[in-house]
């Protein structure tokens, strides 16, 4: 599985960004997006299961819209409201449970300034 990821900038604190991510293969169960600020841990953002069971970092929640296509192996974040506590490096991952495996895109950069 590979993924390709798209849609980072630079926007101003309140403003809003979309984040998507194509994943090639078959039987992808959860996909999701991690962020990594400098210095800090990779964290998660948000994450939809197949079934679209979606989940929230709570500094997201009621701001980041999680967002998939099973047909096209597409996942979306749309972000909105952002802050500059935003700022850092999004990566887009998936995983198939049945064999174990995650994978991971390249990140792309998002940048809010105040």
């Known amino acids: 599985v590979q993924l390709q990821a798209s849609g980072g900038g630079l926007v101003q604190a309140g403003g809003s960004l979309r984040l998507s991510c194509a994943a090639s293969?078959?039987?992808?169960?959860?996909m999701g997006w991690h962020r990594q600020a400098p210095g800090k841990q990779r964290e998660l953002v948000a994450v939809?299961?197949?079934?679209?069971?979606?989940s929230y970092a709570d500094s997201v929640k009621g701001r980041f819209i999680i967002s998939r296509d099973n047909a096209k192996n597409t996942v979306n974040l749309q972000m909105n409201s952002l802050k500059p506590e935003d700022s850092g490096v999004y990566y887009c991952?998936?995983?198939?449970?049945?064999?174990?495996?995650?994978?991971w895109g390249q990140g792309t950069q998002v940048t809010v300034s105040s």
């Open positions: 991952n998936a995983g198939r449970v049945r064999f174990r495996e995650t994978y």
């Open positions: 293969g078959t039987d992808i169960d959860y």
């Open positions: 939809v299961s197949r079934a679209g069971s979606v």
